[in-house]
């Protein structure tokens, strides 16, 4: 993962609640999230989002990925899917697939995945940094 799930939370507090978590880098008139805010934040974002994470050290896959987002969509109604990285993923395409149709047929599992269980379905992708 790009950023640490702490960061994340962090970060989509602010944005739902309308106030920064620290007081760095903006003047003091801001009003920083309180106590308060921030344990109605926490009860949204459990209310809201479910983390799907392999925590060993191996790259989980498209299908693994999927079966637990199909698992999420029926226990908890789950109607958006974000795949951070897509690079990150163990695409496991065989030697003689060319990667075009590689990519093709994973996209085509997602859009079925995404169509049938009503599901948006995003992809981010942190490409490398090009070095000058």
Not at 26 to 52: C, M, Q
Not at 62 to 71: D, E, G, I, P, R
Not at 117 to 127: D, G, I, L, R
Request: charged share 30%.
């Amino acid at each position: 993962m790009e950023n640490k799930v702490r960061d994340h939370a962090r970060k989509l507090m602010e944005k739902h609640l309308k106030k920064p978590f620290f007081s760095a880098g903006y003047p003091d008139s801001v009003e920083r999230l309180s106590e308060e805010d921030l344990a109605r934040g926490k009860e949204w974002l459990n209310n809201t989002f479910h983390l799907i994470r392999c925590e060993d050290d191996c790259l989980p896959s498209v299908k693994w990925v999927l079966q637990l987002a199909k698992a999420a969509v029926l226990r908890h109604g789950v109607r958006g899917l974000v795949i951070d990285p897509y690079n990150e993923l163990d695409h496991q395409r065989p030697p003689s697939m060319t990667e075009t149709k590689y990519v093709s047929q994973m996209l085509t599992k997602i859009k079925r995945f995404a169509q049938h269980h009503s599901c948006h379905v995003w992809f981010v992708a942190h490409p490398r940094q090009l070095h000058q």
